[in-house]
């Protein structure tokens, strides 16, 4: 009998409104947590000031390179006479030693058709050495923007092959 009075009891069914409103309950504890996240980043965003750039801290100008000094007597110098104009190397000779170089001879080139000062340097002579003689030499001469390499054979350290004034 209790077996009949199990199965003459209306069933249960399931509220079709519990599967409609959880869901529902999921999808708006979903929206309110976006928004309150994009409330704080909105107000983390709204108190953001940019870094401005100190504008008060002043820059030293560029200071000139300071001048390279060289020791004249450092290396020997020969001085040819390129350019074919008697007593040339001599004037090359009394400029250079008025500014301190140490002058061991002159004497003529192989040729007399030079167009630009030549200088050629053994191995061991200093770029900032022959920069130096560039400088001097070419305030009234023009000078080949190369430095020859010097044959070690050679009895001075530099030579000098001279050219006409510019």
């Given amino acids: 009998m209790?077996?009949?009075?199990?199965?003459?009891?209306?069933?249960?069914?399931?509220?079709?409104?519990?599967?409609?409103l959880g869901p529902l309950a999921i999808i708006?504890?979903?929206?309110?947590?976006?928004f309150l996240s994009?409330?704080?980043?909105?107000?983390?965003?709204?108190?953001?000031?940019?870094?401005?750039?100190?504008?008060?801290?002043t820059?030293?100008?560029?200071?000139?390179?300071?001048?390279v000094t060289v020791d004249p007597k450092q290396y020997s110098i020969s001085i040819l006479n390129g350019s074919g104009i008697t007593g040339q190397a001599g004037q090359f000779k009394t400029l250079l030693e008025?500014?301190?170089?140490?002058?061991?001879?002159?004497?003529?080139?192989?040729k007399e058709?030079?167009?630009?000062?030549?200088?050629?340097?053994?191995k061991t002579v200093s770029q900032n050495f022959?920069?130096?003689?560039?400088?001097?030499?070419?305030?009234?001469?023009?000078?080949?923007?190369t430095i020859e390499e010097l044959s070690e054979d050679v009895a001075t350290d530099i030579e000098i092959i001279t050219a006409p004034e510019k």
């Fill in 2 to 20: 209790i077996d009949q009075y199990q199965t003459l009891q209306p069933k249960k069914q399931k509220s079709k409104i519990g599967l409609i």
């Fill in 113 to 122: 058709d030079y167009t630009e000062v030549q200088i050629s340097a053994k």
């Fill in 28 to 34: 708006i504890v979903l929206v309110v947590v976006y």
């Fill in 130 to 145: 022959t920069n130096e003689l560039k400088k001097i030499i070419s305030s009234s001469f023009t000078v080949s923007d």
């Fill in 98 to 110: 008025e500014k301190g170089f140490d002058i061991k001879s002159t004497a003529n080139a192989d």
């Fill in 59 to 67: 820059i030293a100008p560029p200071t000139a390179a300071p001048e």
């Fill in 38 to 57: 994009r409330q704080a980043t909105e107000k983390v965003y709204k108190n953001f000031k940019p870094i401005e750039p100190d504008t008060s801290a």
